[in-house]
């Protein structure tokens, strides 16, 4: 058994299919004030699992770390269900969330009726800190989730040190376009507001700088970047993104064409339609 090069000696619910069925999770993350309020939702069916917790073998544990700020915390919830505070400030960037169901009490001949038919009629002696369930989660904390359909949540427009060409640059938190200064400025004097146009770049620059990004993307490189973990999580939020959840790994240039399309939300038709209110406009304005 693995997860993440962690190795177990015995089957683990939530870890592949050794044991089922599954756990659905339903993390809410929110914020007030100067915390983050993370409320978590481990629906476990697993009765021998249950019967265990109940009996007094097994507990809920909950572990919460953030590599960036060296923030780590075990919270040991009663239920299944429940709410953790954090301060805003002790946490940065992605912050791990493992949910755990762990021995408290010697186990011994440890078997579950619903092991893999792998594992069926084998046991297992258990000794307190095993686990018998493990539910991973993550969340952003840079990341504005209120503003995640905002192609501004994962890109920005710079100005650039090439005086004649517009460059992609994929190191920074979000994607740059990387304009001539003296297309920056214009761009930042003239268009850089409410209006129209905004279509008309979603259809143009945006697009182009974000195919780019996806036909380029290396997890290695660029994994960590918030652009990246934004689509990420655009993937697993949206049900309209599911189908694109191989698309960074695969990068198939007609399937990130498509992706790409979906999250600027059809582009290319907020085109035409402002050029027609555009046009409309203008013909609306004639006249004697």
């Known amino acids: 058994m693995k997860n993440k090069d962690v190795c177990f000696p015995h089957p683990v619910l939530g870890v592949g299919d050794a044991v089922g069925p599954k756990p659905p999770v339903n993390p809410l993350i929110s914020v007030e004030g100067e915390e983050y309020i993370i409320n978590i939702s481990v629906d476990i069916h697993?009765?021998?699992?249950?019967?265990?917790?109940?009996?007094g073998y097994a507990a809920f544990m909950c572990e919460i770390d953030c590599p960036s700020t060296f923030y780590r915390n075990i919270f040991y919830p009663h239920e299944a269900t429940f709410e953790i505070r954090i301060k805003r400030k002790e946490v940065a960037k992605r912050v791990n969330i493992d949910f755990t169901v762990t021995v408290i009490k010697d186990i011994k001949?440890?078997?579950?009726?619903?092991?893999?038919?792998?594992?069926?009629?084998?046991?297992?002696?258990?000794?307190?800190?095993?686990?018998?369930?493990?539910?991973?989660?993550?969340?952003?904390?840079?990341?504005?989730?209120?503003?995640?359909?905002?192609?501004?949540?994962?890109?920005?427009?710079?100005?650039?040190?090439d005086e004649n060409n517009t460059v992609y640059y994929l190191y920074n938190s979000k994607i740059e376009?990387?304009?001539?200064?003296?297309?920056?400025?214009?761009?930042?004097?003239?268009?850089?507001?409410?209006?129209?146009?905004?279509?008309?770049?979603?259809?143009?620059?945006?697009?182009?700088?974000?195919?780019?990004?996806?036909?380029?993307?290396?997890?290695?490189?660029?994994?960590?970047?918030?652009?990246?973990?934004?689509?990420?999580?655009?993937?697993?939020l949206e049900p309209r993104l599911r189908e694109y959840a191989d698309v960074l790994e695969n990068r198939d240039p007609m399937k990130i064409m498509k992706f790409a399309q979906a999250l600027l939300d059809n582009p290319y038709k907020k085109l035409l339609e402002s050029m027609h209110d555009i046009i409309d406009s203008d013909n609306s304005q004639q006249g004697y």
Do not use: C
Request: proline share 3%; hydrophobic share 35%; no cysteine.
């Open 177 to 236: 376009i990387q304009l001539p200064k003296a297309l920056y400025d214009d761009y930042r004097v003239s268009f850089n507001g409410p209006g129209k146009h905004a279509s008309i770049f979603h259809s143009s620059i945006v697009f182009n700088a974000l195919v780019y990004a996806l036909l380029n993307y290396d997890d290695e490189e660029y994994g960590t970047t918030l652009w990246a973990r934004t689509l990420k999580y655009r993937i697993e």
């Open 109 to 161: 001949k440890y078997t579950n009726s619903e092991f893999h038919t792998d594992y069926q009629g084998f046991t297992f002696d258990l000794e307190p800190g095993d686990l018998l369930a493990l539910v991973k989660m993550h969340y952003d904390a840079d990341i504005k989730y209120e503003k995640l359909q905002s192609a501004g949540s994962f890109m920005t427009i710079v100005p650039g040190h």
């Open 46 to 55: 697993n009765e021998d699992i249950i019967k265990l917790i109940h009996d």
